[in-house]
Nanobody, 121 residues
Framework: QVQLVESGGGLVQPGGSLRLSCKAPRMITSVFNPNLMAWYRQAPGKERELVASVMTNSDRNYADSVKGRFTISRDNARKTVYLQMSNLKPEDTAVYYC????????????WGQGTQVTVSS
């Protein structure tokens, strides 16, 4: 069973930065590497939304709400996906999750526990 482990969340003031990590410790490299990986977030009372995706570090996509502020990247050797978040806003407050995407851009695996990001003064 694939396990996705998110970390790096916390409480940060508006304008601050955080770096999230997502590891796939039980996924072998030959399975991890071809996967399109993504970060999602779910704010209280809202549906989970796709924030960013990465196939290779030169092939990345972002939701309009985070363009220019967030950077997704991956380290295949470490089977890890990162989300560098800068200039954080209160509306970025959410639980952040990672997953792989299917060919139809749907989440592929069971969700991990996520990591809470709270942006507040």
């Amino acid at each position: 069973q694939v396990q996705l482990v998110e970390s790096g969340g916390g409480l940060v003031q508006p304008g601050g930065s955080l770096r999230l990590s997502c590891k796939a410790p039980r996924m072998i490299t030959s399975v991890f590497n071809p996967n399109l990986m993504a970060w999602y977030r779910q704010a209280p009372g809202k549906e989970r939304e796709l924030v960013a995706s990465v196939m290779t570090n030169s092939d990345r996509n972002y939701a309009d709400s985070v363009k220019g502020r967030f950077t997704i990247s991956r380290d295949n050797a470490r089977k890890t996906v990162y989300l560098q978040m800068s200039n954080l806003k209160p509306e970025d407050t959410a639980v952040y999750y990672c997953n792989a995407l299917t060919s139809t851009k749907q989440p592929k695996y069971d969700w991990g526990q996520g990591t809470q990001v709270t942006v507040s003064s």
